[in-house]
């Protein structure tokens, strides 16, 4: 079981960017797939979340910025990030929740600055 993020990078204020989480190992459309951010000196947020049965749902922070989407035959949850402000650096990750089974990414770093 694996998850690869790939896509952060450094962006000026205003850009954007689009995060790609790879799965392996198991379905992604199966499980509770969410984003999570965490910044410098902070502890690990939730960002986004997608699921089979319900809409997908933001931290207020992003929300009419962000928008996470899944690609079932890619295997692939994407971020699709716009709009970015400097508050939005951090290394984000994906993870996949079902039936207790947690699975985590090894995070790409988003740094947002002039």
């Known amino acids: 079981v694996q998850l690869v993020e790939s896509g952060g990078g450094l962006v000026q204020p205003g850009g954007s960017l689009r995060l790609s989480c790879a799965a392996s190992?198991?379905?992604?459309?199966?499980?509770?797939m969410r984003w999570y951010r965490q910044a410098p000196g902070k502890d690990r947020e939730w960002v986004a979340i997608i699921t089979s049965t319900s809409s997908p749902n933001y931290v207020e922070s992003v929300r009419g910025r962000f928008t996470i989407s899944r690609d079932n035959a890619k295997n692939t949850v994407y971020l699709q990030m716009n709009n970015l402000k400097p508050d939005d650096t951090a290394v984000y990750y994906c993870?996949?929740?079902?039936?207790?089974?947690?699975?985590w990414g090894q995070g790409t770093l988003v740094t947002v600055s002039s």
């Open positions: 993870n996949a929740l079902k039936f207790g089974r947690s699975y």
């Open positions: 190992g198991f379905t992604v459309s199966e499980f509770v």
